[in-house]
């Protein structure tokens, strides 16, 4: 055995990590945490300083055996897990699993090199508790707040279900979400008319020059214009001065996480992913980190980088300062770990990657680029020497790249005496030569070219003149980068936490991301060529977006339940102010559990008096859209339990309602009556099939045909409103293909064959059907795997159930995934891991479940019925209106 034992939290670093130390350390990797608060359960003691009560993960108690085990037997133990409150927690977490002594050595390093690696095994401390409560505060308080909040949306959003949950950080992003579609919904496009020239230069250049000033009607455009036939354009005057850029600092989270969303079209998660590898494999520095900081080692590496590719005079180093307070400067921004290397290895997206790296890291080491900007003003001599006035928006007005604001309104005034053009030349290109930052609104307004030769007092030929009508635009929705940007920005959340919160609101459902298609829009322009004017009317395309974050139904009711109840949860300030609570911990100036006492007393007693409240049922945003025409009943938009959906009439006792599902995309806050009206569409008839009519619907699974009794799942691809009949055919027999049974042979005497369902490829036989795992292929399915996947089925099968109870055969104890449960009914009940689930009897099972003893052998039979009955009534009750709206359209069908 080595005489030093290196824990590390990954796999692939502790290979690395192996390589650079030699035969006297062992190097080993956790996966990550070995202890955490059990999934079920508060799991804290909030009555005694908040302690929490940290279980070894099920999945990592045979390897912590083996870590105990390793190090006993080795001479010195050194923890190296990652260097920021998370990577000292697990090794806290370590310390605390495999009983090794406070002092143990804590090793950090922010790359994985073999100077940085040698360096830090010379400079060992020990764990950092300050780092370690701040972690375990956050932990215990995201514990408190989504323990105590989600049972509340549970019980209190009317239509919801256990699927629904709150949590800190996510809430306050779920609100940035719904709060910037409601600003979109509410914005008005207000129009306004922007003119530009054309002006012919030495007698084939052109000049493109501009009124800063956009009219407000089509009336004056049109008006200026007029008064510009005849006029002449001179050259009013040339300011041409000298300008700069400078480079954009070396990547932290944030801005890596953006950048790539921009230019490679990576999600932040994949970001993190590729860049997780790439620091394991010790090509960059780690990769999560709020400072824009190099060593002076990397700056050095850096120049020398330069100087050898580019040359000395590009070369001008900087050490950039990090805007955001909390930002801990002793940590380095992501670099590098070696600037000779141009390219990573590893697959295609490590390689795009790593090259965005390098280039944004050595380009903050380079010059600033040289430019000269040129503006030239133009004179304007109208030939009928009017001053007519007009009604203008301000300068700052650009209805093509801004919002509409209160300040857009017009402003009276004598019409434009002036044009102006603007160009910019590069005369040194310093760090453009590697790379430029873009942006997440990018336009053409920097995009200035390079201008003809011109002089003061010349007389410009007007080639033409346009009048374009522009639109005011809103905000645009947030892509996952903007949101962390936006979230970066107001002080929520830290490196860390950006990836995990957007997937988090992403997999609840609250928010999803997908494209928009573009919408079509008329504008008018004139044109003024020859001394005459034209009018065009052209078509453009306006409000397309491409991966943008929309919220759910769902998101926009939990959202607006915590703005009314929980509004600390969702409070910006509050939220940014608990995050520097927890910076403060880090740096032992706060006591952790004084923190979250602080915040828990109001927080519970909030909890409690809207739990125990029988007036807050909130009404998963239910609104009356108005009258059916055709029957005058009611209709009306809410959230079910199994989505949106729109509802026709009132239920009574002599008459049940109508459902229809909301198509993707809608949301009851802006669906119209029309909208909610065409939705009953369905079941309708779209044509014959072998002489029998096929019927699209939906129902519990989604949208669907029906053709001889037999239902057919639409894709996603096709809209059950306006699929046609060819393209339904086509479905039907795709279907039929795929349900095409072959036989592999026999086993036991009988047949065992194959074949494709809804839920992939399968075996069947004896009337069961056996999923075929996602890595084998169908065509390649031999009869001896076949039967190997039919006796791993009755193996499973036979060990599903520890126990059962003949008097109660509802009862039963069976082994789970996670280990033994108890299922009552319908029911699952948890039983405590110091159990053995086999020795429980029915009465053991009946306590835990909380249930009356059992009854006597005779009326067994009749109290399970009895239960079954008063069981399904609240039940149906409650059915989803999906399934409601499946039934009404096979009602309709029948009678058609």
């Known amino acids: 055995m080595s005489k030093n034992l290196v824990i590390v939290e990954s796999p692939a670093k502790a290979k690395t990590i192996e390589g650079y130390l030699g035969k006297d350390f062992t190097v080993k990797s956790s996966f990550g945490h070995v202890r955490d608060l059990p999934k079920d359960g508060m799991a804290v003691d909030v009555t005694n300083g908040f302690k929490p009560s940290y279980e070894i993960s099920p999945d990592k108690k045979k390897l912590v055996s083996e870590l105990k085990s390793l190090a006993k037997s080795a001479d010195e133990v050194w923890l190296a897990t990652d260097d920021d409150r998370e990577g000292e927690a697990i090794s806290w977490h370590l310390k605390e699993a495999l009983g090794l002594r406070d002092n143990t050595k804590r090793i950090v390093f922010r790359e994985i090199t073999k100077n940085a690696i040698l360096n830090a095994i010379q400079q060992p401390r020990t764990i950092d508790v300050d780092l370690v409560n701040a972690q375990q505060a956050r932990r215990v308080l995201d514990r408190l707040v989504g323990y105590e909040l989600s049972p509340v949306l549970w019980r209190k959003i009317k239509g919801g279900s256990t699927g629904l949950s709150a949590g800190r950080v996510q809430s306050v992003a779920l609100r ?94 994949r970001t993190m992913r590729i860049a997780q590898n790439l620091y394991e494999a010790g090509k960059i520095s780690y990769m999560r980190t709020d400072s824009t900081n190099l060593s002076q080692e990397a700056i050095e590496k850096a120049v020398s980088e330069i100087q050898t590719e580019f040359g000395q005079q590009y070369v001008q180093t900087r050490q950039f300062k990090t805007k955001n307070e909390s930002a801990q400067e002793a940590h380095e921004a992501i670099r590098p770990t070696n600037f000779n290397d141009r390219n990573a290895g590893g697959d295609r997206d490590q390689k795009r990657l790593y090259e965005l790296i390098w280039k944004r890291a050595i380009a903050s080491q380079m010059a600033d680029a040289q430019l000269e900007r040129t503006t030239v003003t133009i004179s304007i001599n109208f030939a009928n020497g009017t001053t007519q006035n007009f009604d203008v928006f301000g300068d700052d007005y650009n209805p093509a790249a801004k919002p509409q604001t209160a300040n857009d309104k017009p402003q009276s005034g004598s019409f434009p005496s002036e044009l102006v053009a603007q160009g910019e030349v590069i005369k040194f290109d310093g760090f453009l030569r590697v790379y430029l930052e873009s942006k997440d609104d990018e336009d053409d307004e920097d995009a200035k070219g390079m201008l003809p ?37 107001m002080g929520i959340g830290r490196p860390s936490t950006y990836a995990p919160t957007i997937s988090t609101i992403v997999n609840r459902g ?47 009711v939990v959202n607006d339940f915590l703005v009314e109840y929980f509004p600390d949860i969702v409070d910006y300030k509050f939220t940014a102010t ?54 005058g009943k009611k209709v009306s938009a809410r959230l079910g339990k199994y989505g949106a959906f729109v509802q026709i009439g009132e239920s009574t006792d002599d008459e049940k309602p109508q459902y229809a599902n909301l198509r993707d995309g809608q949301l009851i806050e802006t669906i ?151 299922a009552v009914g319908k029911r699952n009940v948890r039983i405590p891991k110091e159990t053995d689930a086999a020795s429980l009897t029915l009465e053991d099972c009946l306590a835990l479940a909380g249930d009356e003893p059992a009854p006597a052998k005779g009326a067994a039979k009749k109290a399970t019925a009895k239960t079954a009955k008063a069981d399904a009534k609240p039940a149906a009750k409650a059915k989803a209106p999906a399934k409601k709206a499946t039934t009404t359209a096979k009602k309709t069908a029948a009678k058609k």
């Open 176 to 269: 940035l979400v719904v709060e910037r579609e409601r600003e979109i919904d509410k914005h008005a496009a207000k129009s306004s008319f922007k003119v530009a020239a054309q002006f012919i230069v030495d007698g084939n250049k052109v000049l493109n020059a501009e009124i800063p000033k956009n009219f407000a009607t089509a009336t004056d455009a049109r008006a200026f214009l007029e008064a510009c036939i005849g006029a002449s354009f001179t050259i009013k005057s040339l300011e041409t001065r000298p300008a700069k850029k400078s480079p954009a600092p070396p990547f932290t989270t944030s801005t890596l996480q953006q950048e790539a969303s921009r230019k490679l079209g990576y999600a932040v998660d």
């Open 453 to 489: 030769p011109l002089r003061i007092g010349q007389v410009l030929n007007l080639g033409q003149m346009k009048a374009t009508e522009k639109f005011t635009r809103p905000q645009p929705r947030y892509a996952e980068a903007s949101l962390v940007k936006k979230l970066e920005e």
């Open 672 to 822: 119209s009556l029309d909208d909610a009206l065409a939705l009953f569409a369905l079941p309708r008839e779209v044509g014959f099939f072998e002489d029998k009519p096929m019927t699209i619907g939906i129902g519990k699974f989604g949208p669907y045909v029906k053709h001889d009794d037999k239902y057919v799942s639409l894709t996603r691809e096709d809209d059950p409103y306006t699929i046609d009949e060819t393209r339904t055919i086509e479905l039907i027999q795709a279907k039929r293909a795929e349900s095409v049974s072959e036989s592999l042979g026999e086993f036991e005497g009988k047949l065992v064959t194959t074949g494709k369902g809804r839920f992939g490829p399968y075996v069947k036989f004896e009337d069961k059907y056996i999923s075929i795992p996602r890595n084998e292929q169908l065509a390649t399915l031999t009869l001896d795997r076949a039967i190997e996947l039919i006796q791993a089925k009755r193996t499973a099968e036979a060990n599903k159930y520890i126990k059962e109870f003949p008097e109660r055969p509802e009862i039963k104890i069976v082994n789970g995934m996670y280990g033994p449960y108890l």
């Open 510 to 556: 609250y928010v999803i991301k997908q494209d928009k298609p573009g919408q079509e829009r008329k504008y008018i322009e004139y044109t003024l060529a020859k001394d005459q004017i034209s009018e065009t009317s052209g078509k453009e395309t306006f409000g397309s977006e491409k991966a943008k974050l929309f919220p759910t139904n769902t998101g926009i």
């Open 578 to 631: 608990v995050e520097k609570d927890f910076d403060e911990i880090a740096d032992g100036r706060m006591n952790w559990q004084k923190m979250l006492e602080g915040f828990y007393g109001d927080f519970h007693k909030n909890i409690t008096e809207i739990q125990g409240s029988s007036v807050v049922t909130f009404k998963t945003g239910a609104r009356e859209l108005g009258a059916d025409p055709r029957t």
